[in-house]
């Protein structure tokens, strides 16, 4: 599967993701090829490219869960934009409320880990895609955690108006490190905006506050010890940070899933482990069909993932056939993973009987 920009699609090619409008209707499912009128049609989307099965590749698997993710990414993220929109202009919102229901609905009480797809953005609309993010992250991991009722709602409307002040910006930042001055200005216009919004609880500016502190302050070690030990802030600031870093970008590349928690487990500092571990349940990172380039310089294929220690699970080499049991303190020494392999969807068209093969029981 690749990406293909717009302007560079052709008739005949196959769409690797379905399309949905912005009442969730499919549109043009995964397998369809295009053609000239349709291609017209997904201009109109003001998307950046699709992504588009190779000639003869199989159509890669997907769960109920991932097709019920996709589209409802695609809805929400339209209800967002008008929503943060009018709350912008000082006006009154039209369904914040049940939208930050709908997000606790879906992913604050889950019982097994989801794919977390990133989905594509520019600068038109990395806000309103960020903020939807970091509100299915941070239920997730409240979720985990143990977070209910009130203070779960508050947390997941506090991450869906925490960025709204990078609207009044002429070009909204859509990189991981943003300048430390652009964060400044942005925690200054999120207060402004808020404070003319009449509705919200003052538990919700106190809270987005509290995060813009974290994140202002980011890379400083004299973070005060009651902002470190604020779970509620916490949380946003981990699903944040984890989104900022795998999101697909106008400009450069994501980071890896793998990547960007091996940052945020390496950085206690600044990201509390326990809600970072909230995060590891919350979410496949490695686990099987997924390719990785080990340390050894040859590339493998997770067969069996590591619950308890997400970066060991057991890997068969492609070369050699070898199977790496990563658990193991003398394989430890010798190899591990560096990478998933680069590719714009890790999802693997895997035989789960070949699996079983290998496998132990």
């Known amino acids: 599967m690749k990406f293909v920009k717009v302007d560079d699609l052709k008739a005949g090619m196959r769409l690797g993701k379905p399309i949905y409008n912005k009442n969730g209707v499919l549109l043009?499912?995964?397998?369809?090829?295009?053609?000239?009128?349709?291609?017209?049609?997904?201009?109109?989307?003001?998307?950046?490219?699709?992504?588009?099965?190779?000639?003869?590749?199989?159509?890669?698997?997907?769960?109920?869960?991932?097709?019920?993710?996709?589209?409802?990414?695609?809805?929400?993220?339209f209800s967002i934009k008008e929503d943060l929109d009018l709350i912008a202009l000082g006006?009154?919102?039209?369904?914040?409320?049940?939208?930050?229901?709908?997000?606790?609905?879906?992913?604050?009480?889950?019982?097994?880990?989801?794919?977390?797809?990133?989905?594509?953005?520019?600068?038109?609309?990395?806000?309103?895609?960020?903020?939807?993010?970091?509100?299915?992250?941070?239920?997730?991991?409240?979720?985990?955690?143990?977070?209910?009722?009130?203070?779960?709602?508050?947390?997941?409307?506090?991450?869906?108006?925490?960025?709204?002040?990078?609207?009044?910006?002429?070009?909204?930042?859509?990189?991981?490190?943003?300048?430390?001055?652009?964060?400044?200005?942005?925690?200054?216009?999120?207060?402004?905006?808020?404070?003319?919004?009449?509705?919200?609880?003052?538990?919700?500016?106190?809270?987005?506050?509290?995060?813009?502190?974290?994140?202002?302050?980011?890379?400083?070690?004299?973070?005060?010890?009651?902002?470190?030990?604020?779970?509620?802030?916490?949380?946003?600031?981990?699903?944040?940070t984890y989104d900022r870093l795998t999101a697909m970008k106008s400009a450069s590349e994501p980071t890896s899933e793998v990547l960007a928690i091996r940052y945020l487990l390496d950085n206690e500092d600044k990201f509390d482990p326990m809600i970072v571990n909230a995060l590891i349940k919350a979410i496949n990172i490695l686990y099987p069909g997924v390719c990785v380039e080990l340390s050894n310089g040859q590339k493998g294929l997770v067969i069996r993932g590591n619950d308890e220690a997400i970066f060991e699970p057991m890997v068969l080499d492609f070369r050699t056939n070898m199977l790496y049991d990563l658990s193991t303190p003398s394989v430890k020494e010798e190899v591990h993973i560096v990478d998933v392999m680069k590719t714009m969807d890790n999802r693997i068209q895997l035989d789960p009987d070949l699996l079983n093969q290998f496998a132990p029981a």
Request: net charge negative; glycine share 4%; proline share 4%.
């Open 91 to 240: 006006k009154k919102d039209k369904g914040l409320d049940w939208l930050c229901s709908l997000v606790i609905k879906n992913y604050g009480d889950l019982d097994h880990k989801i794919n977390f797809v990133q989905s594509l953005r520019s600068s038109e609309d990395f806000v309103y895609k960020h903020v939807l993010n970091v509100s299915i992250l941070s239920a997730l991991m409240a979720g985990h955690l143990g977070v209910k009722g009130g203070r779960l709602n508050m947390i997941i409307k506090a991450a869906v108006l925490h960025d709204i002040g990078a609207l009044r910006l002429n070009e909204v930042p859509d990189e991981a490190d943003v300048d430390p001055e652009i964060r400044r200005v942005i925690k200054s216009n999120t207060a402004d905006i808020l404070n003319r919004y009449m509705d919200l609880d003052a538990d919700i500016t106190k809270l987005i506050s509290q995060f813009q502190e974290l994140y202002t302050r980011e890379g400083e070690s004299e973070i005060p010890d009651a902002l470190k030990m604020n779970v509620n802030a916490n949380i946003l600031y981990v699903a944040d």
């Open 28 to 77: 043009y499912d995964r397998d369809t090829k295009l053609t000239m009128q349709a291609i017209y049609g997904i201009k109109n989307f003001n998307l950046m490219g699709l992504y588009i099965l190779e000639p003869a590749e199989p159509l890669p698997p997907m769960t109920e869960d991932d097709i019920n993710f996709e589209r409802f990414q695609t809805m929400a993220v």
